[in-house]
């Protein structure tokens, strides 16, 4: 109990000695909060952003199944579907038509798709919101497109998704087969690839290995290789955006190295003053030990919360385009959130443990002075 309430003291002569120079401190907490508000946006909107895409990603298929012709992907005969689902472990192969559609108007790419199961009228889209969002004006509800040779068809816009999907359908167009068939032109029999279901995932490599061997111009993906590379893609543009942050970083550590191993005449002569009154080395260590762990705790904690806010209430309103892409749509959605108590203590041993300690070292050289020369400079 001795030990804490002589914590306590050292505490309280901290906070009144920090007060005492309020203005000089302030501005570096501002200045060390802003840092680390900065770096925990990145951090979280970017583990934000994986765990979306893995939720998105796992009603998945297991295996996609893509057929190479001179190194890129090509149409996939349909007649492939009865030679896949011969491979033992499999549980349903289907094909998949899926393709873009550039509309002039918005100067955008569009996703157009045929789900497993369409059951409205051939003249007749379900579109995602973003879709309506940018498209423009439209006739009596009806959306204008061009056929792959050239011909004009209108197809009227219904049961529009809501935005709870906007991760995933902003940019989507559901339609029909023999619809999706004239405007992309993608003839009967073939498909752009195939999705394979396997009753067990752990037998997934072995059933990617027997379709290679089976079709050899197949190009087999996994469910865990495509969650691996958005996760790498998300990563990517999170470090991206941290390297734009170096100067300021660096700036930063500038100012934090100028402050932390400079002391003022002020603080020399304080130090001074207290050693001439009997405190000890390890004593004024140790207040000075306590005004680095309030400046870096304080600077952390509201960097920490300001960036939560910022991302999950605000919507990362400063890197959403950096980190969701470059685009003319953008999907409007909200995050679930999301920490990562790993690299949040990364964070606080790269900011708060490193200024704790260049605090002490410069006290340490006045401290082991004699007083009256202390005062004297």
Avoid: C
Wanted: charged share 20%; hydrophobic share 45%; proline share 4%.
């Amino acid at each position: 109990m001795i030990w804490i309430e002589r914590q306590r003291a050292f505490l309280d002569f901290t906070l009144s000695s920090l007060w005492r120079r309020k203005v000089r401190n302030l501005s570096l907490l501002m200045i060390y909060a802003l840092i680390i508000f900065l770096l925990s946006s990145v951090i979280f909107f970017t583990h934000a952003l994986r765990k979306e895409a893995e939720s998105v990603l796992k009603d998945s298929p297991e295996m996609i199944v893509q057929r190479v012709v001179g190194g890129r992907h090509s149409l996939i005969p349909i007649s492939y579907v009865e030679k896949i689902d011969q491979i033992r472990g499999t549980s349903s192969v289907r094909p998949r038509l899926w393709g873009y559609y550039f509309h002039p108007a918005s100067k955008t790419n569009y996703t157009i798709m045929v789900p497993e199961e369409f059951s409205q009228p051939d003249d007749t889209v379900e579109t995602g919101a973003g879709v309506l969002r940018t498209w423009g004006p439209l006739w009596k509800g009806k959306l204008y497109f061009k056929t792959h040779d050239g011909e004009a068809i209108l197809l009227k816009a219904i049961n529009t998704m809501g935005d709870e999907t906007d991760l995933v359908s902003a940019d989507l167009i559901l339609m029909s087969e023999s619809t999706f068939r004239k405007i992309s032109g993608i003839p009967e029999g073939y498909a752009n690839d195939l999705s394979v279901n396997i009753r067990n995932e752990r037998e997934s490599q072995t059933i990617m290995m027997k379709t290679v061997k089976a079709l050899p111009d197949t190009r087999p993906i996994l469910k865990k290789e495509i969650i691996r590379t958005y996760i790498s893609l998300f990563d990517w543009r999170g470090g991206y955006v941290i390297v734009l942050l170096w100067g300021a970083l660096l700036a930063f550590f500038i100012f934090a190295w100028d402050k932390a191993t400079g002391l003022s005449a002020e603080e020399k002569t304080e130090i001074g003053i207290l050693k001439g009154i009997g405190w000890d080395t390890s004593d004024v260590l140790m207040m000075k030990f306590w005004e680095g762990v309030v400046i870096s705790l304080s600077a952390f904690f509201l960097g920490v919360i300001a960036a939560y806010v910022h991302v999950y209430f605000a919507s990362a309103t400063f890197f959403e385009h950096a980190l969701k892409g470059w685009s003319i749509l953008y999907p409007k959605f909200s995050l679930r959130p999301s920490v990562n108590p790993y690299q949040l203590a990364i964070l606080f041993f790269l900011t708060v443990v490193p200024y704790t300690l260049l605090t002490i070292v410069p006290t340490w050289k006045v401290a082991i002075t004699e007083p009256d020369l202390v005062m004297r400079h």
